[in-house]
């Protein structure tokens, strides 16, 4: 008999264990998971934060450019202003065409300075440089009657044909 008080005992003992549990359980509010429209909404409540978040950021980089453009374009109008000063400052000169055959040096190179200068100062100007020259072989009239090009008493002669006059 004592065991069988003892077996009641144990029993009674658990299912106030276990109605402890269930009345518990019970109180606990219930998970609420989300629908299917609460779904879609959230997903679009986050779409528009991040096109928010993207639209700023494309203000922000609007701002960057243009003042980005701003400093560019003072650089360039700067830059300008600075050539525009250069070419005022260069001497007024000018290219000139002309036919003036160069005197040999002492070694037999040509010498165009000479032949340049006085191309300038017959156009007006004060001095010049040979910008560009002319070589041509010069023979006596027997060689070309004979047919040939070249030959004996034939001789190179170098002419400035445009010189930078100032």
Same mark, same amino acid.
């Given at each position: 008999m004592i065991r069988h008080s003892a077996a009641i005992g144990l029993v009674v003992a658990g299912l106030g264990i276990v109605s402890t549990l269930a009345v518990a359980q019970e109180r606990r509010p219930?998970?609420?998971e989300p629908g299917f429209f609460e779904s879609i909404g959230r997903w679009f409540e986050e779409q528009g934060k991040k096109v928010g978040s993207t639209f700023k950021d494309a203000g922000k980089n609007v701002e960057n450019f243009g003042h980005e453009a701003g400093v560019a374009a003072k650089t360039t109008v700067e830059g300008a202003k600075d050539a525009a000063g250069?070419?005022?400052?260069? @001497?007024v000169a000018r290219v000139v065409?002309?036919?003036a055959k160069c005197?040999?040096?002492p070694n037999g190179? @040509?010498? +165009?300075?000479?032949?340049a200068t006085?191309? +300038?100062k017959a156009k007006g100007f004060e001095s010049g440089k040979s910008a560009d020259m002319t070589t041509a072989e010069v +023979? @006596?009239?027997q060689v070309y009657l004979s047919g040939r090009t070249s030959g004996p008493g034939c001789r190179t002669e170098t002419f400035v044909s445009r010189a930078l006059c100032q």
């Open positions: 219930p998970q609420h250069a070419v005022a400052r260069l @001497p065409t002309g036919h005197q040999n040096a190179a @040509p010498d +165009c300075v000479a032949a006085a191309m +300038c +023979c @006596p009239a």
